[in-house]
Nanobody
């Protein structure tokens, strides 16, 4: 059973930066596709970024050029570096892992961007 724990959220002013971490345990996550999603109050959960087992990446248009997803397989950890944050980035950010027919979610970490 793969378990995911996010950290690194917090309160930041517009234009600031945060780095989120997603630590995986239970199974070697290096073979899984990892992604970040977010959910703002009153809205549906939305895709943010994805990284494959071979480190190919893709981003939602709303964060392209500002966010960077990366992974450290030795640490079983995925990161989301968020720069030039905007108030509309305020949401709970969730880590997601998928592979072999399974999908796993973390508990989420709150990111709040003040204007």
């Amino acid at each position: 059973q793969l378990q995911l724990v996010e950290s690194g959220g917090g309160l930041v002013q517009a234009g600031g930066s945060l780095r989120l971490s997603c630590a995986a345990s239970g199974i070697d996550s290096s073979i899984y596709v990892m992604a970040w999603y977010r959910q703002a109050p009153g809205k549906q959960r939305e895709y943010v970024a994805i990284i494959t087992s071979t480190a190919n990446t893709n981003y939602a248009n709303s964060v392209k050029g500002r966010f960077t997803i990366s992974r450290d397989n030795a640490r079983n950890t995925v990161y989301l570096q968020m720069n030039n944050l905007k108030p509309e980035d305020t949401a709970v950010y969730y880590c997601n892992a998928r592979g072999f027919g399974n999908i796993y979610w973390g508990q989420g970490t709150q990111v709040t961007v003040s204007s």
